[in-house]
């Protein structure tokens, strides 16, 4: 998206509600380049619809359950204070 | 869910007064998330898991003069309950930080004496940490915005300085039946530690961006 603090994404549901995305929250969601496969492969079947302003819609992304735990651990995590 | 399970927090509602807050600062409280009866049932858990508590292998690690090393690390130990918890504010998670994060893991981490927590950043496990106090009672957390970028060596460094003020940073503290959302991975954070009796301990829930 353009440098321009005004410009936001607005895309519409079903019911035709409005969703304002601001450019700060677009770049906020940015995926790290490395992670496109694992999107791509969430998507499962796509259709590229082109949008504006060089933006396309790619597809919901719905997770699985695996997915949503995929980080996750029950071994303990804590800060502590180490000798160098 | 059994019928003595007390309720978990509902589908937390974030406002955007608290979406702005967490972007512009790097934390914020989230108040009321839940009852006094869940807080009570964690308090409970929290009590009954410090026997089980160790030292965890992983998590932060400041690198501090060996004058500065602590008596005694934080035990930390996990629960089923916070386990719940941390799995309901997912989507509280999410709504605040505008990003699809996960969970990592929740712990309670326990304090015994003393609350002292010294200057770090959370792991990347910890893209989102929500912090609160499961019993007891602990100072406030002081977060560093003028340290972002820091190293965990040079934050160790300023912990071995004698000339760091350790009352110095934004102080914050957790609120009741809620808790303090932390850009943990970013934002430095210690508590100076003051004389606390008795046993005292902490959650964190940590959530991760999973792209």
Redesign the interface.
């Given at each position: 998206m353009p440098e321009d603090a005004s410009q936001a994404l607005v895309i519409a549901d079903a019911e035709n509600n409005y969703y304002v995305l601001p450019r700060?929250?677009v770049e906020?969601?940015r995926?790290?380049p490395e992670?496109r496969a694992?999107?791509e492969e969430h998507l499962g079947a796509q259709g590229r619809v082109p949008l504006a302003d060089g933006y396309t819609f790619v597809g919901v992304?719905r997770?699985r359950a695996e997915?949503?735990?995929?980080?996750?651990?029950?071994?303990?995590?804590?800060?502590?204070?180490?000798?160098? | 869910m059994a019928a003595a399970d007390p309720p978990l927090p509902l589908r937390a509602t974030v406002t955007r007064a608290q979406q702005r807050a967490f972007a512009a600062q790097g934390y914020v409280p989230l108040a009321g998330l839940w009852g006094r009866a869940l807080a009570e049932a964690v308090a409970e858990e929290g009590r009954r898991r410090h026997a089980v508590a160790e030292v965890p292998r992983g998590g932060p690690r400041t690198p501090v003069p060996a004058r500065r090393v602590p008596r005694r690390a934080t035990p930390a130990a996990s629960g089923p309950l916070l386990a719940r918890v941390h799995l309901a504010l997912v989507g509280a998670a999410r709504a605040l930080t505008g990003r699809l994060l996960v969970p990592t893991f929740a712990a309670y981490g326990y304090y015994e004496g003393d609350d002292e927590v010294f200057l770090h950043v959370d792991t990347e496990q910890c893209d989102l940490t929500l912090l609160t106090v499961a019993f007891g009672e602990v100072g406030p957390l002081h977060v560093h915005p003028g340290l972002i970028g820091s190293t965990m060596e040079r934050l160790g460094e300023l912990e071995g300085d004698p000339g760091w003020d350790r009352t110095g940073g934004i102080r914050v503290t957790y609120p009741d039946t809620g808790v303090t959302a932390l850009n943990g991975h970013v934002l430095p954070h210690h508590r100076p530690g003051s004389p606390r009796p008795g046993l005292h301990a902490v959650a964190a829930l940590c959530y991760r961006s999973l792209f």
């Open positions: 700060e929250v906020m969601a995926a790290a992670a694992v999107i992304l997770l997915g949503e735990m995929t980080h996750y651990t029950t071994e303990a995590s804590w800060p502590v204070a180490t000798a160098p | -």
